[in-house]
């Protein structure tokens, strides 16, 4: 990679910690390690919303579909949503959502990502604006 290109420089050293092959049971610590890459990679790039994607999803993929609790602390089935709050991860998740919509609102990773975040929490938190900006998305284009 050229040294002139940092930002693809940074994601191809994070990404080349999480996979290998053949697959052990020691790659769910790559998940972690790719997330921690990335976490530096989207403090670099603050004003890249694509990074901010990518960022988002790595964390996502360490806690899939446990990202909200109750307001009592107990453990929340996916279906229930009256009184669940975000579990830090899931904080984390949000900030680099916003952080990326901040700079693109339309970005189609970001809506996407931020409606998984929402569909799992509370039916007043969800994010409208994701929704109709994948709705009103040209998929031609």
Excluded: N
């Amino acid at each position: 990679v050229r040294d002139d290109w940092p930002r693809e420089k940074a994601l191809i050293d994070a990404l080349a910690t999480r996979y290998e092959w053949p697959v052990t049971e020691e790659t769910p610590r790559l998940e972690t390690r790719y997330a921690e890459k990335m976490s530096a990679v989207a403090s670099t790039f603050a004003d890249d919303a694509d990074v901010q994607a990518l960022y988002a999803e790595a964390l996502m993929c360490l806690s899939p579909w446990d990202l909200y609790d109750k307001q009592d602390g107990a453990a929340t089935p996916v279906w229930f949503s009256a009184d669940k709050v975000l579990k830090p991860i899931g904080e984390r998740i949000k900030a680099a959502l916003d952080r990326g919509l901040a700079l693109a609102p339309s970005h189609g990773w970001l809506c996407h990502l931020k409606i998984h975040l929402c569909e799992m929490g509370r039916a007043g938190d969800f994010d409208w604006h994701a929704a109709e900006a994948l709705r009103c998305t040209d998929a031609t284009a």
